[in-house]
Nanobody, 122 residues
Framework: QVQLVESGGGLVQAGGSLRLSCVGSGPTFSSLAMGWYRQAAGKEREAVATMGRDGLRTYYLDSVKGRFTISRDNAKNTVYLQMNSLKPEDTAVYFC???????????????WGQGTQVTVSS
């Protein structure tokens, strides 16, 4: 069983930056594909950025390309999402996800965190 705990959300003005962190439990973290998803009010959950276990394969939602960066530190069992140039439309609950299989945009990841709220004011 893998448990994921996100942190780093908050309220920021448009144009600002936040870094989300997700710490995973268990010795198998380095063998897991990781992802960040978000769900805005009244909308479906969507993949924002995902990364294979090797750290080489990545996917980014078109609207965040060039602004968001996913990275991982397997020694710390942590995956990060650096978010720059934030826009009001980035406002959502952001979730960390993990699975043994890399699925760039699938919502079928096996493990999920509880989510952290990101609010971007205009």
């Amino acid at each position: 069983q893998v448990q994921l705990v996100e942190s780093g959300g908050g309220l920021v003005q448009a144009g600002g930056s936040l870094r989300l962190s997700c710490v995973g439990s268990g010795p198998t973290f380095s063998s897991l594909a990781m992802g960040w998803y978000r769900q805005a009010a009244g909308k479906e959950r969507e993949a924002v950025a995902t990364m294979g276990r090797d750290g080489l394969r990545t996917y980014y939602l078109d609207s965040v390309k060039g602004r968001f960066t996913i990275s991982r530190d397997n020694a710390k069992n942590t995956v990060y999402l650096q978010m720059n140039s934030l826009k009001p439309e980035d406002t959502a609950v952001y979730f960390c996800a993990a699975d043994r299989v890399f699925m760039p945009i699938s919502r079928q990841y096996e493990y999920w965190g509880q989510g952290t709220q990101v609010t971007v004011s205009s």
